[in-house]
């Protein structure tokens, strides 16, 4: 340790010192710590390795949701990441870690869920750990493959690009906030909220769809919300962007949320976080081809073009015709509670 | 959760529960759950891979242990389980659960010392996760390439093989007992006992020769200790075992710090675990050819037969002319701590 002011670090500066502790990418890495996979190459070109560590009491409270939930909502978290760059899922490892005396019911019930979910998309559970631990921690490490594709980049952006999202934004926010509020789940105007909250449906297809078009310029899917993520992919782009507030698709479900527990449905859409739909960027003269290839290949999912890359810098909102810094800012595992 | 009665589960059946939820191998997936790493199949053949979960309380004291002994350990117990297979390492993947505010220093020489452990067999970080964790989280997954050669599996023992082992036993055990002992880490006749624990050299050249050679039958790394995964091997080979506890190679360190502190040295070597030295079994014969290829590959390494597969059941220690079971357990996770 350090014996005088110790730096203490964000996640995003977390992020830049492993990334340049570790070196970029090159020799049989074409893309490394950044993008939504690690993207191989050399013997092992194609195939893109996505991970991620949840831990109970920060990622997920098991009073809220259910140990089916919780493995759902893991894999399809860990998939989203392999759709948004336009890969079929192959492989799954899951490190479990558990508290002493595990019972046999709960890790069926987790452990079942994330394995059907990983089958529902050809994803193959093929290894893993167990450990004792003091609260529940699920690490899945999933490798996709490409098959002849190339992966979709958050880099690709172009200046002018329009700026589209799948499906509908802010349900999974508005849907934990239901039962953070302890509203009955079942309540028919809040039920899709707390479906897309702890049933999150992967677009893996839709992925698979826009990287084969060969159109998309830039993709990432939204884990953290719009206003933390679209700066990501703008800033990998070299560029910035205007998201027009009027456009964003806002879930239905979450607008009764907000209304009958007076909260927010446009900060839900744009920094709740956790929707797990695909943003990706297209000349604004693919737009269209693109909603119906995603359509089709997505059962009908809406792809709507919310916004435009700009010079920059910075990604702004554009609310009842004036241009404001997006201030939802989403979550940073590391930055202190605001009070 | 079941409303009564609640199957409380060991590890080993927590690990039997997972592999028969995730089905076994076949299709893509050559090995499954249950040896060291899964080897994977089809466009992804030649591919191992590995993942371990270390959990900070549970798996390392960072009272004992200063973050880059952490970071070491945490990689070179990963590259074990890939020198097992006989695998070159390739890529690494990095889940980090750290306390809120972490210091840039505790980052730098933890994952630093990762780095620049897996660079030095060809191992690149390639990808990660960080998040928020009330006490430090490492997951690592690592995959290894196998080029032409086939993975060297626990299953392949044959009745009559020698047992073999690496280096020498026991270090680890005596180290940590040696620090959780309060001793002064720089005592010189414990310092090599310490170094086992704190810094374990991964046998990744060794286990590529003896893949090489043509001639080993089975193999797996002894990171719970030879009581444990000896009759992990012969139980995947659907064989026994007897290991003569006169020929087991006891660190001279271990037995230092067993004078000093009191303790079983031949304990320390059989149940102490994480020694990471390598277990193979060949045709007698074979032994002395192997213990060549080792020494060559691996700076004078040593090879010892400590024992033979027989027809079983179970795994026995001849001590003193006399056949007793290996009563040293090793670790299960989640067994309770004897009082």
């Known amino acids: 340790m350090a014996p005088d002011a110790p730096t203490h670090l964000s996640e995003e500066e977390i992020i830049s010192l492993v990334a340049s502790l570790a070196g970029g990418a090159g020799g049989d890495l074409t893309v490394g710590i950044g993008d939504d996979c690690a993207v191989l190459g050399g013997a092992q070109a194609g195939l893109v390795v996505t991970t991620d560590l949840l831990v109970q009491g920060v990622h997920f409270d098991l009073g809220l949701m259910s140990p089916s939930d919780v493995g759902h909502r893991s894999m399809a978290a860990n998939l989203s990441d392999l759709a948004a760059m336009g890969a079929n899922p192959a492989y799954g ?76 934004l802010g349900g999974s926010g508005a849907g934990l906030a239901w039962l953070q509020a302890g509203r009955d789940p079942d309540d028919p105007a809040a039920a899709p909220a707390v479906a897309a909250h702890c049933r999150p449906v992967p677009r893996v297809e839709a992925g698979r769809a826009l990287a084969e078009s060969g159109v998309v310029h830039a993709m990432m899917d939204l884990s953290d919300g719009m206003a933390s993520d679209l700066p990501r992919l703008a800033r990998a782009s070299g560029l910035g962007a205007a998201v027009e507030a009027e456009r964003v698709p806002v879930d239905p479900s979450a607008t009764a949320v907000a209304e009958a527990l007076g909260g927010d449905a446009l900060g839900w859409a744009l920094g709740g976080g956790e929707d797990f739909e695909l943003m990706f960027t297209c000349d604004p003269g693919s737009v269209e081809l693109l909603a119906d290839l995603v359509a089709e290949a997505a059962g009908g999912l809406a792809v709507t073009q919310v916004g435009r890359l700009t010079p920059g810098p910075g990604v702004s909102l554009i609310r009842r015709g004036k241009e404001e810094p997006i201030t939802y800012t989403g979550y940073d595992h590391f930055r202190e509670p605001t009070p």
Chains 1, 2 share one sequence.
């Open 93 to 168: 490892f899951l490190s479990l870690g558990l508290p002493a005396r595990p019972q046999a019911s709960f890790v069926s019930e987790l452990v079942g869920s994330m394995v059907s979910q990983g089958r529902a998309y050809g994803l193959k559970l093929a290894g893993g750990d167990t450990v004792k631990s003091p609260q529940v921690l699920i690490n899945l490490c999933l490798l996709g493959a490409m098959g002849a594709l190339a992966p979709v980049l958050r880099s690709g952006g172009r200046l002018g690009d329009a700026v589209c999202v799948t499906g509908r």
